[in-house]
């Protein structure tokens, strides 16, 4: 085994896998004001901008190769209310930005999601009602918050509520509306998982959600079959492509996916996970550069097509080397 292994030109000959820029996403945080760059706390080199340095960011991206961004708001606590109304200002911080990122850089992919928890002041993705995050009164938002952020620019809408029956309901809306081109990404397999802490940290919605949790819609981390589940009825709903989230703990869903429905499928490399690495490599503790590019390649092997991942910049530029 180790002949193929003795020399660079050998190892690279036999390599299975590759890892290309065209694999990336880039989720970043956008907040209002004017040349406002604040650092996430539980996530060094990450930073929530306003949409002025967004676009900057957006221009930087798009030199570097990556095909799209995913734009996440980070709202102010006054906009955040019990029936979420900021999700469907078609003014609101999100589709101002996407307006202005798309103006900028007009072949940048954009994603958004669509959830209710950056605008909800019980932090939640759906509408609370008794105590309990309701189904269908949410899924009626959810189809008004694709339709103005697909106005707004949006190529891609990435619902990441877990609601049943959501993506049926906004590709109809989205068709009606006169939107066919744009596209779905299912959060289709995502877990009610301990890793999106520092996430809800950058948009806010952890103190809103008071510790409270989304088991009531998001999956069980102990749940495999269910997940494939998830995946065919989204599919059979209109989804264009399949999201599973967190990433590293989960290749193993990513594969079962791959192989069972042979569908774009993306992993979302979670701020927890980034949080993890960086915490270890600004301790010493591991070399960054190395483990970003090992870690992506993971992802690759198990099936992704593309991964979205807070070190998008820095291992487009690792792989420019
Ligand atoms: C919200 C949403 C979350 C993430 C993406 N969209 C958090 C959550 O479900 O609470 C997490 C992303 C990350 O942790 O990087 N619907």
Same mark, same amino acid.
């Given at each position: 085994m180790r002949r193929n292994r003795r020399d660079d030109w050998s190892r690279r000959l036999v390599s299975e896998h590759r890892l290309s820029v065209d694999d990336l996403i880039w989720p970043v945080f956008v907040v209002e004001g004017n040349g406002v760059r604040q650092e996430v706390a539980s996530m060094p080199g990450v930073s929530r901008v306003s949409i002025d340095l967004l676009v900057d960011e957006a221009r930087r991206a798009a030199d570097l190769g990556i095909p799209a961004i995913a734009v996440f708001p980070s709202v102010e606590p006054s906009l955040k209310t019990p029936d979420a109304a900021e999700a469907v200002n078609p003014n609101n911080l999100v589709c101002r930005a996407v307006r202005a990122v798309k103006k900028a850089v007009p072949n940048l992919g954009i994603i958004c999601d669509v959830a209710l928890d950056p605008y909800n002041s019980d932090g939640h993705d759906g509408l609370v009602i008794d105590n309990y995050v309701v189904n269908d009164a949410t899924v009626e938002i959810l189809c008004r918050q694709s339709i103005i952020q697909a106005e707004a620019g949006c190529d891609v809408i990435a619902?990441? !509520?877990?609601? !049943?029956?959501r993506i049926k309901a906004i590709r109809q809306a989205l068709d009606s509306a006169g939107l066919e081109p744009v596209r779905i990404l299912s959060y289709a397999a995502k877990y009610a998982s301990a890793f999106y802490g520092p996430f809800r940290d950058a948009v806010g919605s952890k103190s809103a959600l008071k510790g409270g949790d989304k088991k009531t819609y998001q999956m069980d981390p102990a749940n495999t079959d269910e997940a494939l589940r998830e995946v065919a009825l989204d599919l059979a709903e209109g989804a264009d492509m399949i999201m599973v989230k967190p990433g590293l703990p989960y290749l193993d869903i990513v594969r079962r996916v791959k192989e069972s429905f042979a569908v774009p499928t993306l992993a979302y490399q979670v701020s927890g996970e980034y949080a993890m690495m960086k915490a270890a490599a600004l301790n010493g503790w591991l070399d960054w550069d190395k483990a970003v590019l090992e870690s992506l390649m993971a992802f690759k092997r198990a099936g992704c097509d593309a991964i979205l991942t807070y070190t998008a910049p820095e291992a487009a530029r690792l792989l420019s080397r």
């Amino acid at each position: 085994m180790r002949r193929n292994r003795r020399d660079d030109w050998s190892r690279r000959l036999v390599s299975e896998h590759r890892l290309s820029v065209d694999d990336l996403i880039w989720p970043v945080f956008v907040v209002e004001g004017n040349g406002v760059r604040q650092e996430v706390a539980s996530m060094p080199g990450v930073s929530r901008v306003s949409i002025d340095l967004l676009v900057d960011e957006a221009r930087r991206a798009a030199d570097l190769g990556i095909p799209a961004i995913a734009v996440f708001p980070s709202v102010e606590p006054s906009l955040k209310t019990p029936d979420a109304a900021e999700a469907v200002n078609p003014n609101n911080l999100v589709c101002r930005a996407v307006r202005a990122v798309k103006k900028a850089v007009p072949n940048l992919g954009i994603i958004c999601d669509v959830a209710l928890d950056p605008y909800n002041s019980d932090g939640h993705d759906g509408l609370v009602i008794d105590n309990y995050v309701v189904n269908d009164a949410t899924v009626e938002i959810l189809c008004r918050q694709s339709i103005i952020q697909a106005e707004a620019g949006c190529d891609v809408i990435a619902p990441s !509520d877990m609601m !049943d029956g959501r993506i049926k309901a906004i590709r109809q809306a989205l068709d009606s509306a006169g939107l066919e081109p744009v596209r779905i990404l299912s959060y289709a397999a995502k877990y009610a998982s301990a890793f999106y802490g520092p996430f809800r940290d950058a948009v806010g919605s952890k103190s809103a959600l008071k510790g409270g949790d989304k088991k009531t819609y998001q999956m069980d981390p102990a749940n495999t079959d269910e997940a494939l589940r998830e995946v065919a009825l989204d599919l059979a709903e209109g989804a264009d492509m399949i999201m599973v989230k967190p990433g590293l703990p989960y290749l193993d869903i990513v594969r079962r996916v791959k192989e069972s429905f042979a569908v774009p499928t993306l992993a979302y490399q979670v701020s927890g996970e980034y949080a993890m690495m960086k915490a270890a490599a600004l301790n010493g503790w591991l070399d960054w550069d190395k483990a970003v590019l090992e870690s992506l390649m993971a992802f690759k092997r198990a099936g992704c097509d593309a991964i979205l991942t807070y070190t998008a910049p820095e291992a487009a530029r690792l792989l420019s080397r």
